[in-house]
């Protein structure tokens, strides 16, 4: 899905817009999407009506992808029916929102290592919403993610360890369609904490060109998130 920017005041927009949404609030631009789940809220998120619809307020300061979004992101890979393997889900903040776009005929493995965070994005996430499946693994190990049962359109990895972006690559190998999106969140300080964070960027841009491919677009996430970058890339295995 291409990114339409908003006009500010131009409410029609939000209907036009099934999965993602820009909402106009008191002369305010922010960003939405359409919520799965009537009534339902993840993390304490405002929730809106706009002609007839339900929408989820997406707020950048708890989520890097919203920061991407509005840093300029050229292409959201999530549409009703896309197949999504979430590496790092946490609580599940951000994969809520990706679960609304992706609708009821899409999927979205989530992967989070540690349990008690595992546990919370089981029942307030996954229980709630049935295009969710949870899996309680370290994502270094795809080969024993038994309940993935599909390849995927789109892999997500937000897991901020030293070595994440190999651990991408390992997962997108295993599962990632070809011509499918990769979307990686860089934390330089968990790479290098010594480097300049734009060079930290660079290196790990470098490494998924090596490895099969296509960088469309690296955005840092400041002022959200500070030292950080999205980078989305396309699959092109030999
Ligand atoms: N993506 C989340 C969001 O936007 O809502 C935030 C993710 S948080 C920065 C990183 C998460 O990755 C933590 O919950 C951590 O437990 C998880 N994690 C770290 N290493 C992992 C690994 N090897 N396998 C699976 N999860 C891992």
């Known amino acids: 899905m291409e990114v339409k920017r908003p006009r500010v005041g131009d409410n029609s927009r939000a209907a ?12 305010q631009t922010r960003l939405g999407t359409q919520n799965l789940v009537s009534g339902s809220r993840v993390y304490g998120e405002r929730i809106v009506f706009l002609s007839g619809r339900e929408y989820r307020i997406w707020d950048p300061y708890r989520s890097k992808l919203a920061a ?33 776009m992706i609708g009821k005929t899409g999927v979205l493995f989530g992967v989070e290592m540690a349990p008690r965070v595992g546990r919370e994005f089981i029942e307030n996430v996954a229980v709630k919403r049935n295009n969710v499946v949870p899996i309680i693994a370290d994502a270094r190990r795809p080969e024993l993610y038994t309940a ?20 991408a690559m390992g997962n997108c ?21 010594v480097k300049a964070p734009k060079m930290v960027f660079r290196e790990e841009a470098k490494k998924l060109d090596a490895g099969g491919f296509n960088i469309i677009q690296k955005v840092e996430l400041e002022p959200y998130d500070r030292d950080h970058a999205l980078i989305l890339a396309k699959y092109h295995p030999n």
């Open 148 to 167: 993935v049962f599909r390849n995927v359109d789109v892999t997500y990895c937000d897991i901020a360890q030293p070595h994440q972006t190999r651990i």
């Open 68 to 100: 991407g979004i509005l840093k300029g992101l050229k292409i959201v890979p999530f549409e009703e029916g896309t197949a999504v393997l979430y590496l790092g889900v946490s609580t599940g903040t951000t994969a809520s929102h990706i679960s609304d």
């Open 16 to 27: 036009s817009l099934p999965g993602l949404a820009w909402l106009d609030l008191k002369g």
């Open 173 to 193: 190998e295993r599962f990632l369609k070809k011509n499918g999106y990769l979307m990686l969140v860089v934390k330089a300080r968990s790479i290098d904490s």
